[in-house]
């Protein structure tokens, strides 16, 4: 499942595929480097809004600082869906657009509260022993598939995430191994690499949810 699910996934990993993909992920960096908390040369914390410098902290611009970040994360998950559902469009072979990756708002409420429940879940086990929190985000991996393709609530989509991933936690374990060395590939590339490691990776993933979920095998692709 590894090797053929990112083989699958660089082999889908083409320009056009990749033209629309772009401003997602574009759109995606933008926004993660929009809030940032600094510290500046005398010692004081201060907020920077991507490389405008809005004063040292004060409590006013706490809350101003606090809202921006909440309304960049809200955003920042609805483009993380978006990525979903091109994603598994692409892994199903069919044609994707940019618009593809642009989809309502419908359901970002569910995926944020998925999110926020798979995170404490996992955060939980990583206290506990460590191990347990790794086992526990390996099988709520799935969740945001569920949500996104299929309008699940937070609840259904994690439970059947660990229905979908049941037996299958150490191909996840080393699909995402495997999937951090793609890239660090890409980055290695002067970072240009990312512009076709992170659709590879992505479009893997879709292909593994399309299997563990009954819909579809991962292509056999055959290596000349």
């Known amino acids: 499942m590894i090797l053929q699910s990112i083989r699958y996934?660089?082999?889908?990993?083409?320009?056009?595929?990749?033209?629309?993909?772009?401003p997602a992920l574009l759109l995606q960096w933008v926004l993660n480097s929009a809030v940032t908390w600094r510290t500046e040369a005398d010692g004081r914390f201060s907020v920077h809004l991507w490389w405008h410098n809005l004063g040292?902290?004060?409590?006013?611009?706490?809350?101003?600082?606090?809202?921006?970040?909440?309304?960049?994360?809200?955003?920042?998950?609805?483009?993380?869906?978006?990525?979903?559902?091109?994603?598994?469009?692409?892994?199903?072979?069919?044609?994707?657009?940019?618009?593809?990756?642009?989809?309502t708002w419908e359901n970002v409420g569910r995926y944020a509260v998925g999110l926020l429940l798979s995170g404490l879940i996992v955060g939980i086990g990583i206290i506990l022993l460590v191990i347990p929190g790794i086992i526990w985000g390996l099988r709520y991996s799935m969740f945001g598939y569920y949500i996104v393709m299929e309008g699940a609530g937070p609840v259904e989509a994690l439970q059947k995430s660990a229905t979908a991933t049941d037996g299958h936690k150490g191909q996840l374990f080393g699909l995402g191994l495997a999937s951090i060395g793609v890239i660090i590939l890409g980055a290695l590339c002067l970072g240009v690499g990312l512009v076709w490691a992170i659709p590879t990776v992505e479009i893997a993933w879709s292909a593994v949810f399309l299997e563990l979920s009954g819909q579809q095998p991962i292509p056999t692709v055959v290596v000349a």
């Open 9 to 22: 996934g660089w082999s889908k990993a083409r320009w056009p595929v990749v033209r629309a993909f772009l």
């Open 56 to 103: 040292s902290l004060g409590q006013g611009l706490v809350i101003v600082a606090v809202v921006l970040s909440i309304i960049v994360w809200v955003v920042s998950r609805w483009i993380e869906m978006g990525i979903i559902h091109g994603s598994v469009k692409a892994a199903r072979g069919e044609d994707i657009v940019a618009g593809d990756f642009f989809i």
